[in-house]
Nanobody, 122 residues
Framework: QVQLVETGGGLVQAGGSLRLSCAAS????????MGWFRQAPGKEREFVAA????????YYADSVKGRFTISRDNAKNTMYLQMNSLKPEDTAVYYC???????????????WGQGTQVTVSS
């Protein structure tokens, strides 16, 4: 099993950028597809982006496509989420997780990190 820790959140103005990191412990990180999810106040957690175990395939929610970029460095056991052109509606707690099932649904991800807060001011 892999343990995950997210960092990089913060307060940024609309139109700004942030890069989130997800550091994994354990030697199995490179064998997992990985994903980012987010949860805004009063809303359910939603899928943001995912990346295959080797990094060759990426998937995005329509709401972030063209603005966010997911990547990973298996040598560093780390996954990233570069977020550009941020909007107030991107405000949420962002979580990383390892994909343990076949879909992009929340129930097919596990080993959730503790989350990192992203706040975008207008």
């Amino acid at each position: 099993q892999v343990q995950l820790v997210e960092t990089g959140g913060g307060l940024v103005q609309a139109g700004g950028s942030l890069r989130l990191s997800c550091a994994a412990s354990g030697r199995t990180f490179s064998s997992y597809a990985m994903g980012w999810f987010r949860q805004a106040p009063g809303k359910e957690r939603e899928f943001v982006a995912a990346i295959s175990w080797g990094g060759g395939s990426t998937y995005y929610a329509d709401s972030v496509k063209g603005r966010f970029t997911i990547s990973r460095d298996n040598a560093k056991n780390t996954m990233y989420l570069q977020m550009n052109s941020l909007k107030p509606e991107d405000t949420a707690v962002y979580y990383c997780a390892a994909r343990i099932g076949a879909t992009m649904k929340e129930e097919d991800f596990g080993s959730w990190g503790q989350g990192t807060q992203v706040t975008v001011s207008s």
